[in-house]
């Protein structure tokens, strides 16, 4: 069955050394430089051989590039990145069907620009947001716009990645994270933080016809659908310097309902549970499959095989896993057939 994986990371050349020069912190860089398939696109692509059928959507891993340069710099640097990534896509459409922009989230007014350029003139399908711009929230109104131009002038999806690093500190007496578990913990709450954030800042009321991917099936959300459920149901109940209960009553749905809006993937390094529990809360026609490539124990080919596997131990109908596999891709970025 044709699989397309919508959430696979590259570094297009011509950006990674330009990327590697501008790092203030090589160590943040570490893992990225050991990984050939990353940046090494003859490498990619003889991966991929052993996978017939098998095509990914481009996006650009981390870091942001917002953390990288600052808002003098970004701009170029995004511009950099996706016109690689659009070189990429036509010199090799039938592995790569498209590819999603990245914006100097820094800068907005050239965020704005460079999303007209890359949907308009370079032919991207979506684009890529973090969880967190330095540190900011999503929610920020000045971000507004660019939620609000993807959706309503592009007509593209929303990719969201998580960012955090190991200077999000676990407990307020430390300085760093120990043990990256701002990695393994901290990844899923950080998207969950920025989800809840659009729930109640009223994303979903302002932008209905937002389609927003959620990077590894929505991190927490799903699991925790009772405390999202009737937990959230009582918002307001465990505070008294914030109006939440009148924010609760103006809401139009149950805040578990706009959680359900977003889409997922199936990023979730092979676990089976996880999936099953991403399936029930979201459904079908909003998850899509996706491998998080390269990053894996073996540098790139083991969640191909692992991810796959663990989707079909699920029993799912035929269906079913023709929308997870493709045809939920398909339809969000109006790919060919």
């Not at 659908?225 to 009553?249: C, F, K, N």
């Amino acid at each position: 069955m044709r699989k397309i994986d919508v959430f696979s990371h590259l570094f297009p050349p011509a950006y990674f050394e330009r990327m590697k020069a501008l790092a203030r912190d090589q160590g943040a860089i570490k893992r990225w430089l050991t990984i050939p398939v990353l940046y090494d696109l003859d490498a990619r692509l003889a991966m991929m051989d052993a996978f017939p059928g098998y095509q990914q959507i481009l996006t650009l891993s981390s870091p942001p590039i917002e953390f990288i340069a600052g808002p003098e710099e970004s701009p170029a640097l995004a511009r950099l990145a996706n016109d690689g990534m659009a070189e990429i896509v036509d010199a090799h459409p039938t592995r790569f069907p498209a590819f999603v922009a990245s914006l100097p989230m820094n800068n907005v007014a050239a965020a704005l620009e460079e999303m007209d350029r890359a949907i308009g003139v370079l032919g991207a399908r979506g684009i890529q947001v973090f969880t967190n711009v330095n540190g900011r929230a999503l929610d920020d109104p000045e971000f507004w716009p660019i939620f609000e131009r993807a959706t309503r002038v592009h007509d593209v999806p929303v990719w969201m990645h998580p960012a955090r690093g190991a200077n999000f500190p676990d407990y307020l007496g430390e300085k760093k994270s120990k043990f990256e578990i701002w990695w393994t913990f901290g990844w899923p709450y950080e998207t969950s933080a920025a989800m809840t954030r659009m729930v109640f800042s009223g994303f979903f009321d302002r932008l209905p016809e937002l389609r927003l991917i959620t990077h590894h099936m929505g991190a927490m959300i799903p699991f925790f659908d009772g405390r999202v459920g009737p937990g959230l149901d009582q918002l307001g109940s465990r505070t008294s310097d914030e109006d939440y209960e009148g924010l609760l009553r103006r809401m139009a749905k149950r805040p578990i309902d706009y959680f359900r809006m977003f889409y997922a993937d199936t990023a979730l390094a092979g676990g089976r549970a996880g999936l099953r529990c991403g399936l029930d809360f979201f459904g079908a026609d909003r998850v899509l499959f996706a491998c998080d490539c390269p990053f894996d124990p073996e540098g790139g080919p083991m969640f191909l095989r692992t991810i796959p596997q663990a989707i079909e131990e699920l029993g799912l109908p035929e269906d079913e896993k023709g929308k997870i596999y493709f045809g939920n891709a398909i339809r969000l970025m109006r790919l060919k057939r």
